[in-house]
Each structure stands twice: as C-alpha cells, then as structure tokens.
C-alpha cells in the first residue's frame, strides 16, 4: 500500500513538474535562447541600455529612464515611450509568431490564435517593463530628484501609452486573426466528434517511459498554455485535423502581421520624414525602440522569403553594401562645414602645405595684424600700468565640461568685478569646454553692447539644457535610413543630419548664434572688445590641428626649416590660408564649435572640400586642454607681453582631475590582460596629453623672463565620474557641478585669480 501511494504521489509530481515545465511560456523562452538570437540580441541590448551597463558613458540610459520631448521631461514624454515601447513589443511577437508558430500546431485550433500566442509569448517583455519601471523610479528620484507623486504620474503616462497601442492592436487582429474553424467552415463539434468526441488527456502526458502520445517531430512539446491572463488550458491534440488546413491558417495570419509590420515601418518612415516639424521630434528613447521595431520587421520579412538562408543573404548583402560603398562610393553620406563653399577644391598635400606654411608675407602681416590686437587690448586696460594677461583654456568633456565652463567663468567674472574678460586675451580649448565659452563670450560681448547686468544663473539654465535628444532622434531615424533632405545657406546647399540638428538645437538651447559668421568675430575680436578664440578640429587623415579663427594666424602653423629643409612635417594648419578660395569667414560659427566637438560616432565627421578628401573632428583628440595652442602663441609675442605686462595667468579649466594613481597590470582577468595592449592606450590618453602639457609649460619658463601663473578648476574624480560625459545632464549631474567649485583645491585657485587681478 506504501508502495503504491509512493508510486501514485511520484507519478502526480511527475505530472505537475511536466506540466510547468511544458508550459507554454516557458517553452517559448526556450524556443528564443535556441533559435531567436538575433531578436534576444535587441532585448539584450534594451537591458544593458536601461540598467546603465551599456552607453552610460554616452548618456544612452537617460534617453529611455528620462525622456524629452518638446523640451522637457513630461507625461506626454512617457506615454509617447510606452506607446513606442508597445510596437516594439508587439514586432517581438509577430516575428517569434512567423519563426514559431508552425512548431506549434495547437494555436491553429484556438480562437484569435495570434492573439492568444502574443500572451504566451509575453514572458520576456513583462521582465523587461518592470525593471523599467523599477530602474524609471530610482533615476527620477535620485539623479533627476523628482518627487514620488510626480514620478507615479509618469509611470502611469507609460503604462497607458503601452495599454493604448495594445488595444490598437488587439482590435486589428480580432478582426482579422482566423483559426481552423473559421477558414474550413467546420465546427468545432465536428472535429471533436472526429477525435473520438474528446481530446484526450493522454495526449499531452507521458504514458510510456520515455514516449508519449502526439510524437511530431516537427512539433515542439506544449501541454499546457494561457487562455487568458486567469486561466491555464491543456493543449489540443491537432492528430485529427488535416495539415493542408493548418498551414492555411498561419499562412493567413502571417498576412496579415505582415500588414501590420508594413504600417509600423510607413509610421516609421513619416516620422523621420517631417523630423523639421517639432510635433515629430518624439523623445530619443522611442525613436529607439522604433528603430529596433523597424530592424525587427525586415528581419521578419526576410525569414518570411528566405527561412533559414535568411541570416547568410544578411551577411552576404552587408558584405555587398561594403564593397560597391568602397568601389562606387554608394551609400557615403557626408556631412560638410556650414557656409563655406564646396566648388573649389584645394590642394592637399605636401608641396601645397609647404607653400602655405612659408608664406613670408602671409606670416609678416599676421605678426602685424595680432601686434595691434595685442596694442588694442593693451589700450583697453590702459587704467592699470602693467596688467595681468589671462589665457583661458578649457576641456572637452560633453555637456558637463560647457556647465563647468560657464559656471567657472562666472564665479570668476562676479568675484574680480568683471576683471577676467576684461584682461583675457586669448581662448582656447576643446569639445564641450568650447561650447561653454563661446556661449560665455557671446553674451559677455552681447551684455556689454547693451550695457546690461548678466544674469549668470539664467545662462547657466541655457548651456545645460539637453542636446542629446535631437541627436539620439537623428540617428534612430533618418541618419541611418535617409539623407535626402537639404537646406540652403546663402549660395549654397547642404543635406540635413544629425550634425544639422545638433547645430539648430544649439541656437535653440543657447538664444543667440544665428545666423553668425566667423566674419562676425574678426572685427570685435581686432579691437580687443572680446578675447580672440581659436578651434582647432583635428584632422582624421593624417592627425594635423586645423586652427580655425577669423584672425591671420599663420605664424602658430610656420616651423623652421633649416633643419628638416623641405621634409618639415607640420602639426597645425591655418583654416583661412587653406581654404583661401572657398569663402573661408562665411563659415557658420555653429559649425566651427561641432567641428571643435565632433565626438566619434555621436555627431559625424566634417567633410572639407580639398583634393583628397579629409575629414576633422574632435580637437581633444590631440589636445583636450587646448594648452599648446595658448603656449605657442605667447611663445611668438612673449617679447611683447613682457614688455607690456606684468606676468601671464595661464586658466585651466578641467572637467576631470589630473590622475596620479596606477593600476597593477599583472592582476585582472585573462580576457582584461589580453586586451591590456588596447585599453593601455585609451586609459591613459589623457595623461600622455599631461605629461605633454607639463612639458610645454616648463619650456615656457625657460624661455619667457615674466612671471607665469597656472591654475587649475577641475572636477574632482570622485564627482566627474559619476557625470555622464553626454549632451545630456540629470539635475543631480548639475548640482554636483555647482558644488565642486566650492571644495577646497578650487576655492584657492579662486582665491589666486582674484589676488592676481584685483591686486
């Protein structure tokens, strides 16, 4: 008796293991990990993107915890993300269901078949929303400190956007989702009685050791699935219904997704298409996930072509793209420096760079030219005998480098009484660091033109706001698909990208730039109204510095030749005498600053019109701190400046603190040591560049007799590494970049600059 109720409870377990086991979700899940990596691949990709371990750098998770639209982040935002989230959702299902469904042959016997798979199939998604409503909560209320009650309204937002394209779709494919009943006509009586008037239980158990009844090899093990969210139903045995029939119903329903993916990819296509309408401009997250919906459906429709030669015909047309991209120059998009014309194509190459750099006459009359700027900034602080010089510096470092740069320049405007720009001379610098002082600049020149008061908090709301966002939209949408929208600048015609938004959303952001030229500057600049500025892009070809001013500063490009004679190889390049013939001052000041700060991948390299091509972009590439540029041209006028003033004051404006630390390189894993060769150089990129700037400043001492100053204002490791250096600040990320000015390393470089210039 033991025995038999032994038996009985193992064989009663058995069952209620197999039938978790061949649950129809579960199975599903499997089903993914064996055969669907390509779509496993995109939902990975969403988990690494919402949990910060993918792009976080970038700012890519905030796109997605922390959406923009018309400027702000609001409910509309979040129900525009969920709705998108939805149709991402919704293409997982349509192409798992056009991959899967054949492997199971119950669906075909259950009213509204898609519909009742897409809930089998629901397993991974519903991971995914809540840890994104989980990871939405914990950014809102800590990094971007919103309250509770607000945030539940967001989560709200999102869950309706997702409910509402969930319905949508619910009442598409009722209508048109069929089964096998409705395609032959036949009930369902009829093939029960056809059955043996039951579908037996038998069916779906094992009855035999190793063996059960309904054996397919073509038919993936189900014995029980979801009818709804509240009920658990056995699947039916399909034994009795003719395969024709079956076929003929999965044929039908991949139909008709095959008509809902064709409007998701057309609602795609429009939403890049009328990107110039701000309406369309929906947060960078979704068109995300709408990228991936797209990606989605035309891996469905390939597999619904070409079934398992579908990943090889991928391969082989991305192969095939390359080579006629190389051989034909197909599919080249280039993006081009606003203003400057393109006809006229100069020479590049050594003998031309000879010629420009040893122009004797050139360099004599840019010696000329900056020596009455020096007289005119001289006459501009003829109150005090002798004055400080001051040269800016300042960093790359996204958007957090232009708040610090914004907010440093401030604080030491506000504490030496305006002193600062009015004894600066010369800036220089790189990404985001020069975003920040051109911005500064602009409104100090502006303020002083109409004699008013800055308001410092007001620009420092300007230069923080989000420029991530319209990039972000640019890429998931027209960048990658389309180009064939232009605009017109004066004479000329460019194609709108992600480089053209990026600058539109600048002005936007910052309320001036428009329409302004490096013509605009060259006159101001002259008669020392503002300090004069030079970007200087580097140069993708060969890795020179093109050093970009509306000023002739020919003589930081000329080197002697004595000792190399005609094999010089020059680091700097003069933009005006290059590009002499191609309207060079008529360069939109936009496009100087996106050169100065075209991070790879994020805003696309800068086309320039020489024979061959080159293509620049971010100056931190060779000189983040933008120091060399500040150290040659004192270098050339140092005679000058002692004569005339009373020592340099050199400010470095750092998003990141000098690193002194080492790290032992005979510890970490086996797959870190074997990168080490790699990672060596990108770790230490920036303190090669120290090494170099040390070097610099200390042969400027032995060669200049006056007094030299250096001070720093760097973010502290601890805080700058928790800002993403991104186009996109949390209000935590500010507020930790208000308060590192106040620590103690920056408030006694404050103290120094406000001893130098007020005493």
């Known amino acids: ?381 003829k109150t005090i005998t002798k004055p400080k010089m001051v040269f800016i510096n300042t960093s790359g470092g996204g958007l957090r480098s232009a708040l610090w740069t914004v907010h440093v320049l401030s604080y030491l405007d506000s504490i030496t009484n305006n002193q600062l720009f009015q004894k600066t001379h010369l800036i220089t610098g790189a990404s985001g660091g020069m975003i920040g002082a051109s911005f500064y600049r602009e409104e100090y020149f502006n303020n002083n033109m109409d004699s008013v008061i800055p308001n410092y908090t007001h620009m420092k709301q300007k230069v923080s706001k989000d420029l991530l966002n319209p990039l972000a939209f640019s890429i998931a949408t027209t960048d990658m698909i389309y180009r064939f929208k232009s605009f017109n600048d004066g004479n000329y015609s460019y194609t709108k990208d992600r480089g053209w938004f990026f600058e539109k959303k600048l002005v936007d952001n910052l309320g001036c730039f428009k329409d302004k030229r490096l013509f605009d500057y060259k006159t101001p600049e002259y008669q020392s109204h503002i300090p004069m500025m030079i970007f200087s892009p580097s140069i993708v070809n060969d890795g020179r510095r093109l050093l970009i001013s509306p000023q002739n500063i020919t003589f930081l490009c000329h080197l002697d030749t004595t000792i190399f004679g005609n094999n010089i190889a020059y680091e700097n390049l003069e933009y005006k005498s290059l590009f002499k013939n191609n309207n060079p001052l008529n360069l939109r000041v936009t496009s100087a600053i996106r050169m100065n700060a075209t991070f790879p991948y994020i805003l696309p390299m800068v086309l320039l019109p020489t024979e061959p091509k080159i293509e620049v972009m971010d100056a931190g590439l060779r000189d983040n701190l933008g120091l060399s540029t500040s150290v040659s041209y004192i270098e050339n006028f140092k005679h000058w400046i002692n004569k005339h003033t009373s020592g340099i004051v050199i400010i470095q404006i750092r998003d990141k603190e000098r690193k002194t630390t080492m790290k032992d390189k005979q510890s970490g894993s086996l797959l870190s040591k074997l990168f080490t060769p790699l990672t060596n150089v990108y770790k230490n990129f920036l303190k090669i560049q120290d090494y170099k700037h040390d070097e610099i400043l200390n042969n400027l001492k032995k060669s200049y007799n006056g007094d030299i100053h250096y001070i720093e204002f760097a973010l502290k490791e601890g805080s700058s590494d928790e800002i993403s250096m991104s186009w996109h600040l949390t209000s935590k990320d500010k507020k930790q970049i208000y308060e590192q000015l106040y620590t103690e390393e920056n408030q006694k470089s404050v103290e120094k600059v406000s001893n130098l210039l007020l005493h």
């Open 1 to 381: 008796m033991a025995e038999y109720q032994s038996i009985t409870s193992r064989k009663i377990n058995n069952r209620i293991f197999s039938r978790i086991l061949y649950f129809f979700p579960i199975q599903l899940v499997f089903l993914h990990i064996k055969r669907n990596h390509i779509l496993l691949l995109f939902w990975l990709l969403l988990f690494l993107y919402i949990t910060g371990n993918l792009g976080v750098g970038f700012g890519i998770d905030t796109l997605f915890l922390a959406p923009i639209y018309m400027g702000e982040i609001s409910y509309f935002s979040y129900m525009i993300m969920g709705f998108s989230l939805g149709g991402f959702i919704m293409a997982f299902h349509i192409y798992s269901y056009i991959l899967f469904s054949r492997d199971f042959k119950f669906l075909a016997t259950l009213s509204r078949p898609f519909l009742k798979f897409c809930l089998n199939n629901m397993l991974i998604p519903v991971l995914f929303i809540g840890l994104f409503i989980y990871q939405i909560f914990n950014f809102l209320s800590i990094e971007e400190l919103i309250p509770t009650l607000k945030i539940l309204g967001y989560l709200i937002s999102l869950m309706l956007g997702l409910f509402v394209f969930y319905m949508l779709s619910i009442l598409y494919f009722i209508q048109f989702n069929k089964n096998v009943f409705v395609i032959s006509g036949k009930t369902e009586t009829y093939y029960d009685d056809l059955g043996n008037n039951k579908v037996k239980e038998s069916n779906f158990i094992k009855t035999k050791k190793n063996s059960r009844v309904n054996v397919d090899k073509n038919t993936w093990r189900v014995d029980t699935y979801m009818s709804s969210l509240y009920s658990i139903n056995l699947a039916r045995n399909t034994d009795h219904y003719e395969k024709e029939l079956i076929q003929k119903v999965f044929t039908q329903n991949h139909i008709n997704a095959s008509i809902f993916e064709l409007v998701l990819i057309v609602s795609f296509l429009l939403i890049g298409l009328l990107r110039d309408i701000s309406w369309f401009n929906i947060p960078a997250g979704a068109s995300i996930f709408l990228l991936f919906t797209l990606l989605i459906m035309l891996f469905s429709v390939f597999y619904s072509w070409f079934k398992g030669w579908t990943l090889t015909l991928l391969i082989l047309c991305a192969v095939g793209f390359n080579y006629l991209s190389n051989k034909w120059d197909l599919f080249q998009f280039r993006n081009y420096a606003y203003g400057i014309n393109y006809e006229y194509k100069p020479r590049y190459n050594h003998e031309s760079l000879y010629n420009i750099q040893n122009n004797g006459t050139s360099i004599h009359n840019a010696l000329k030219e900056n020596i009455e700027i020096l007289n005119n900034w001289s006459h501009k602080n």
